[in-house]
């Protein structure tokens, strides 16, 4: 700690949130901001040189997720390395298992609670007992509240295939090809089941071909071209609320079929999480 004060690195891809808990962090005395970094890549090249004393990970990045984040540091430093706090929409059982083996100190599901993110905070600084297990903490700060708008009244029933269809709508995605229904149904597949992220070839555009009465290939092709397409011509304020800084990130280029789909399938599940207040 620098000063009694305890070093927090930021790594996130929603550039809004990442201003918010900048925000929070500079309203405590005892904590400070040791960085901020936007993908994986960039989180590994700015751990030794920031010292954080916790690193508030996201899961779904560009380049590299929060879980190759978490197997690196355990190869580089397993038994000297800062306390970790995964951020995250999915709360399935299996990602939470996951992310403890790799040595998660706390799993914090989004949207959260600005105040439980700084008592987690100080909890694993202290060497509090805090397995990551999904508690059901909520942030709204950790929203663009300029969405809500365009969603239901809170305590609506949550209806996975519109809300799928609505998000789509706003992005620009083209209906009139063939990949708009491989997409949907991918991030509806996902949404379910987070852990198809981990096996998209060999599971997730299987059961999307099967479904549609063509081949994993196909869908794979007619994913990319549909998110290319959308890339150039859907709608870019709502392209850079859902994906945020990554439209920078990669210089106009768009996302692989991969980030696309958990993008939005975490976009999804944020929906449900506050559906179900």
């Known amino acids: 700690m620098n000063g009694g004060k305890t070093r927090v690195l930021v790594v996130e891809n929603n550039k809004d949130l990442c201003e918010v808990i900048e925000a929070l962090l500079k309203e405590e005395d005892d904590m400070e901001l040791a960085g901020v970094a936007y993908d994986g890549v960039q989180a590994l090249e700015m751990i030794p040189k920031t010292q954080p004393d916790v690193i508030l990970l996201d899961i779904i990045m560009p380049y590299l997720d929060g879980m190759e984040v978490l197997s690196r540091l355990n190869e580089a430093s397993p038994d000297d390395r800062p306390r970790v706090i995964v951020l995250s929409a ?3 059982e299996e990602m939470v298992r996951r992310c403890a083996r790799l040595g998660a100190d ?3 599901l989004k949207p959260f609670d600005s105040n439980n993110l700084i008592t987690r905070i100080r909890q694993v600084v202290s060497g509090e007992p805090s397995a990551p297990k999904p508690k059901g903490e909520r942030v709204y700060a950790s929203r663009d509240r300029g969405r809500d708008a365009d969603r239901k009244p809170r305590g609506a029933q949550f209806d996975l295939e519109t809300e799928s269809t609505r998000i789509l709508y706003n992005l620009g995605v083209p209906t009139y090809f063939k990949g708009y229904s491989y997409i949907k149904e991918a ?5 379910r089941d987070i852990g198809l992220l981990g096996a998209v070839t060999k599971s997730l555009y299987p059961k999307v071909a099967e479904k549609f009465g063509t081949t994993p290939l196909i869908v794979e092709a007619a994913i990319r071209y549909t998110i290319q397409k959308t890339w150039k011509q859907g709608n870019p304020e709502f392209i850079n609320k859902i ?3 990554a439209v ?3 210089d106009g280029r768009p996302p692989t079929n991969s980030f696309f789909i958990a993008k939005l399938a975490e976009e999804l599940r944020l929906e449900m999480l506050e559906h179900a207040q």
């Open 90 to 92: 999915f709360e399935e």
């Open 248 to 250: 920078n990130l990669r």
């Open 106 to 108: 706390y799993y914090l």
């Open 243 to 245: 994906f945020g800084y």
């Open 187 to 191: 991030i509806m597949l996902v949404t």
